[in-house]
């Protein structure tokens, strides 16, 4: 049974850092792309990043180029998001999702939500004074 699992939201001042994992059971990364999504109250979820876990390969929604930067540890079946520089326009719920994929390429195709099966629970980031 695929699982996955957030952690590692909270409350941060704007320019802060926050690392998010996502930790996987029941698969292996290799095989899967994993994606960050996040959606703010009243807004549609909407991609953020993704990585692939079979070869690394990696995408970034512009408004996150230069600040968040996604890694993954497959001996951990763990996806991290390191996000840097945070704004108040970066709250949200974030959630970790899985497709099963071999990417051979980027693009922004593969940050739509509906490709996306298997769905963690969601972690709130919240950027404030």
């Known amino acids: 049974q695929v699982q996955l699992v957030e952690s590692g939201g909270g409350l941060v001042q704007p320019g802060g850092s926050l690392t998010l994992s996502c930790t996987a059971s029941?698969?292996?990364?290799?095989?899967?792309?994993i994606a960050w999504f996040r959606q703010a109250p009243g807004k549609e979820r909407s991609g953020v990043s993704y990585?692939?876990?079979?070869?690394?390969?990696?995408y970034y929604t512009d408004s996150v180029k230069g600040r968040f930067t996604i890694s993954r540890d497959n001996a951990k079946s763990a996806v991290h998001l390191q996000m840097n520089d945070l704004k108040p326009e970066d709250t949200a719920v974030y959630y970790c999702?899985?497709?099963?994929?071999?990417?051979?390429?980027?693009?922004?195709?593969?940050?739509?939500?509906?490709?996306?099966?298997?769905w963690g629970q969601g972690t709130q980031v919240t950027v404030s004074l």
């Open positions: 999702a899985a497709m099963r994929l071999v990417l051979v390429r980027s693009g922004p195709m593969y940050l739509n939500p509906k490709l996306y099966r298997s």
């Open positions: 990585i692939s876990g079979s070869n690394g390969i990696t």
């Open positions: 029941g698969f292996t990364l290799d095989g899967y792309v």
